[in-house]
């Protein structure tokens, strides 16, 4: 399991683990926060064609997906 702080969430560096369409590294563009100020969701954008998609941030910590950092 990977180790993820809402606070350094943003502009942090994620490598996808099952490459889609030639899409492997990302990095967290925006974060939203719900109104008891707690990350509800972040933005990643594909550093090869600048696609971006929205998701549960906590989907970032399972580490058969996602791998901190670009590798």
């Known amino acids: 399991m990977n180790q993820v702080s809402p606070k350094t969430l943003l502009h942090s560096k994620w490598t996808k683990v099952a ?5 492997k590294h ?9 109104e008891d100020n707690k990350v509800s969701s972040c933005q990643v954008q594909a550093v090869i064609n600048d696609n971006e998609y929205i998701l549960d941030w906590r ?3 399972n580490s058969t997906v996602w791998r901190q950092g670009w590798q």
Do not use: R
């Open 19 to 23: 490459v889609v369409n030639k899409e």
């Open 59 to 61: 989907e970032l910590k």
């Open 26 to 34: 990302f990095v967290v563009t925006a974060v939203e926060f719900d």
